[in-house]
């Protein structure tokens, strides 16, 4: 049952540390644990709208991709920018750019041309030798020790993999060509039985794991990189086996994917993804309108500049952004592409307004 919203809840409990999406934000006496929250919203049955502290992110050094793209969230500290990069499980090495964050595959070197020549040219990781005792002797009584909502990410899922391994044109061109087409959905099913081992080990040595996060950007900031019936015959059906598995061991997932992408969200929900965020924040609303009683979306406010809007006009936006988008029967969550948005105000107005409306 969804309690009714009592004043005291805004007591202050704590605050985040300032993130490069997000400002500090205030931790309330919250009714339920983060934990529970997002479980809530995962089921439709929201106590307030999600805005991305209720949960941890946990990325362990253990998957060597996780290292090589410069994103380690584990039991100790992770030097992006001296630590990040090198070679993933495949061996393709990655270079860390601290200016952007990330990390890339330097083009012009790929392993292999044609798809063909996958089963000569890659050497596949060995789970086995990979140090999931230790990594779960750091993790499970230190990070893992939460209140809040645990979930995991795997970089580069089907479609960012073959890049990484033919650079994009290749990739691209072996998505749409017939005599390339066979070679890359029998290289997609190994690469899915090899993830599914992988997620089958997560569960077995971090037992307080909620939820996974796959990786896989279909667009630019324009258009998709390919029709959606392609992504419906080359991608959703292994991406199916994937969130299958999720659910029959009652974790949940959420896919991510940049661009804009709008037209491929029937295939995000038919691939059976719990929820998606747009990246292009202008697609947010027509995507929430169209498929919001199917994919849980992330839902972003009207624009403005947080250090010269007066706090009402703060408020204002944030009663009105409230009123769309928390809807008991169409319930979404806040958009991370939003986070500097969430000023005092817009998030006190946010947790007030929307406890009050999923609770009717």
Known sequence: ???????????????????????????????????????????RKPHWQIIGV????????????????????????????????????????????????????????PLFSDAN?????????????WDWEGSAALNN????????????????????????????????????????????????????????????RFIKYFPR??????????????ETFFSPSLVEEMIVPHMKRVTAFFKSEGKFSELHSCGQILKQVPNIIDAGWDMWTPQVMSIADEAYELYGDKLLIGTVPEMFDPSSTPEDTQRAIAKTYTEKYC?????????????????????EEIYVRSRERYSK
């Open 141 to 200: 009584k230190t990070i893992l020790e939460t209140d809040k909502f645990v979930q995991s990410w795997l970089f580069s899922g089907w479609f960012e993999r073959l890049i990484s391994f033919m650079d994009f044109e290749g990739a691209i061109m072996a998505m749409y060509d017939e005599d390339q087409k066979d070679a890359v959905t029998e290289l997609f099913t190994k690469l899915t039985d090899l993830y599914l081992e992988i997620f089958k």
């Open 54 to 109: 209720e949960r941890t992110l946990f990325n362990p050094a253990v998957i060597p991709d996780n290292v090589a793209r410069g994103f380690v969230i584990e039991g100790k500290p992770f030097n992006n920018k001296e630590d990040g990069g090198g070679k993933c499980m495949f061996g393709v090495n990655w270079e860390y750019e601290p200016d952007s964050g990330g990390s890339m595959v330097r083009p012009g070197n």
């Open 1 to 43: 049952m969804i309690t009714k919203f009592d004043p005291k809840e805004l007591k202050v409990m704590g605050e985040t540390p300032p993130l490069p999406l997000m400002p500090s934000i205030k931790i309330y006496d919250y009714p339920v644990s983060p934990k529970e929250a997002m479980i809530g919203m995962f089921n």
């Open 209 to 222: 794991i909620d939820g996974f996060c796959v990786h896989d950007d279909w667009g630019s900031q324009k």
């Open 117 to 129: 020549e996958w089963r000569e040219k890659l050497v596949w990781p060995n789970l086995d030798e």
């Open 327 to 347: 809807d008991p029967l169409k319930p979404s969550y806040y958009g991370i592409y939003a986070g500097k948005l969430l000023t005092p105000a817009v998030r």
